[in-house]
């Protein structure tokens, strides 16, 4: 024979079926929401990992870059264009990219 269960059979705590199904209904609601909430942040943390790896990768290029330029014989790397004052800025501006990259604070260049 076939079992029939009524929708409106009491439980052990007097609750029925439909308000089993529906206190069910709301504990995996809150759960889905908690894990929309969590993947939400992991997301923005993830993107702002990226970000920051980005930089990061950006000034390691520019880095390797100032260093591929350096002469041989081991002197600072000097602007093709022969003009002592540009070179001048361009080392400042140099110091100054540094000191933005790093919060403002003094940092000592490489020898």
Known sequence: GRVFFPIAMAGPMGETL???MH?????????LELEKRRLKRLDKELEAAQK?????????????????RRPKSGGPARPKSGSGAAAARSLQAGRGQNQAAFGGRQISEPT
């Open 52 to 68: 920051t790896q980005g930089i990061k990768e950006q000034q390691a290029r520019e880095r390797q870059n100032a260093w591929t």
């Open 23 to 31: 206190r069910e209904i709301e504990i995996m609601t809150r759960r």
């Open 18 to 20: 439909v308000d089993r």
